[in-house]
Structures are given as structure tokens and as C-alpha cells.
């Protein structure tokens, strides 16, 4: 495995389940992000890992809840979300300021 | 006022024409751009990373910065339908933490 690999691909879960997306970085690099791509928007940034410490929550609701146990791997937790909720969410990493390299993303739907 | 602005198609052009994507930015802290190319049920890869005013080459494709207008720009040269996919342009500055999107440029190239 090569790159950023996010599992699962596709998700389909009720508003009171408990789900979690995974994504695995085999870059060697020290910061890891979430995204959120909903159709017609920009590209919205949730959260940053750097070196396993968030540095970013970008006032995301508490009904996502990440998780980096180390530099390699990063997690999303979900609860009790919303159908507004649906969209891709994508995971890159990056070295330091170098380019964000994306994984193909989960993408969720909420019913 | 969104931080970069991009017009999100979609564009349908013959195979064999150029193509000129557009973005802009109201943010002076920007110090590099990216381009992403995005096909669909994938993430974004990068295509181009420039870090100043100026034009940047690779192969078909040519991005252009211009910090006093606050645009941006890329071209492709001899479109291709492997073209066909969603373009985001991004700015950033200081940080890759703080990366900020277009809307993405949706471009079909028709054999």
C-alpha cells in the first residue's frame, strides 16, 4: 500500500449509530487532516493533527470526534448525526508546509 | 466575501482545445497556490504548486499567479479526455494548516 488509504469507501448509518472512518498514511509524514467535500461547496477543513496533537478543530460539532493514536493513522468518530451530515470526507497528510496528499475518501450517507 | 472564488461550471470543450481555469483570492497572506485535479469517486491529487507571482510549467499544463490582481490561473494545452475531472484551486500562507479551496471547475473534454 502506497499513499493515503481511507476505509470504508462508502457508509450508509442511521442518525443514532456509532460508526468510525479510518485512514492510514504510509508517506512518512507528521500532520494528518480531515476534510469535508459537500456537493457545491468548497472543500471544508475539520481537523489537524500535528505529530499526534490537534492543532486545528475548525469549530466542528461534538458529534465528530477525531482521534490520532500516531502519525500513521487518524480516526473520525461519528454519533448522532444528521443528514445534513452527508458528504465525502476525505484524509490527507502532509510534511510540514510541503502539498496535501488526499486519500479517495468515505463517503457517508446519513438516513 | 469568499476567500477564493471559482466559477464551477461545468465546462464542455473538444478535445484538442485549450483550456483556461480561473480562481480568485482576497487573502494577502496567501504565499502559494495548488491545483487539484479531482476524478470523480477519487480524491484530489495535486497538479501544480506554485509559491509566487509568475508562470509554472509541466508538460500540458501551466499555472499562473498574478498577487497584485490576486488570480489565478491554469491552462491546458492540447485537452485530452482523460482531462474530464473536477479542478480545485487552493491558496495558502504560512501554514498548510490553514489550506483554503475553491468550489472546483467541473471539465468535460469530448473526444
Known amino acids: 500500500e502506497t499513499g493515503v488509504t481511507q476505509t470504508p469507501r462508502h457508509l450508509v448509518m442511521g442518525m443514532t449509530n456509532k460508526k468510525s472512518l479510518k485512514c492510514e498514511q504510509h508517506?512518512?509524514?507528521?500532520?494528518m487532516y480531515w476534510y469535508k467535500q459537500s456537493a457545491k461547496k468548497p472543500l471544508e477543513l475539520m481537523f489537524v493533527?500535528?505529530?499526534?496533537?490537534?492543532?486545528e478543530n475548525n469549530s466542528v460539532p461534538s458529534r465528530f470526534s477525531p482521534e490520532c493514536p500516531n502519525s500513521s493513522h487518524l480516526f473520525l468518530h461519528l454519533h448522532t448525526l444528521q443528514p445534513e451530515d452527508s458528504a465525502l470526507y476525505l484524509c490527507?497528510?502532509?510534511?510540514?508546509?510541503?502539498?496535501?496528499?488526499f486519500g479517495n475518501g468515505t463517503r457517508l450517507t446519513v438516513t | 466575501q469568499k476567500e477564493v472564488e471559482q466559477d464551477p461550471g461545468p465546462l464542455s470543450v473538444p478535445e484538442g482545445a485549450i483550456v483556461s481555469l480561473n480562481c480568485t483570492y482576497s487573502?494577502?497572506?496567501?504565499?502559494?497556490f495548488m491545483w487539484y485535479r479531482q476524478y470523480s469517486r477519487k480524491g484530489p491529487e495535486l497538479l501544480m504548486y506554485?509559491?509566487?507571482?509568475g508562470n509554472k510549467e509541466d508538460g500540458r499544463f501551466t499555472a499562473q499567479v498574478d498577487k497584485s490582481s490576486k488570480y489565478i490561473s491554469l491552462f491546458i494545452r492540447d485537452s485530452q479526455p482523460s482531462d474530464s475531472a473536477t479542478y480545485l484551486c487552493?491558496?495558502?500562507?504560512?501554514?498548510?494548516?490553514?489550506?483554503?479551496f475553491g468550489k472546483g471547475t467541473l471539465l468535460t473534454v469530448n473526444p
Open positions: 487552493a491558496g495558502g500562507g504560512g501554514s498548510n494548516y490553514k489550506l483554503t
Open positions: 506554485t509559491y509566487s507571482s
Open positions: 490527507a497528510s502532509s510534511q510540514d508546509t510541503s502539498p496535501l496528499h
Open positions: 487573502n494577502s497572506a496567501f504565499q502559494y
Open positions: 493533527y500535528n505529530f499526534k496533537e490537534q492543532t
Open positions: 508517506l512518512g509524514h507528521n500532520a
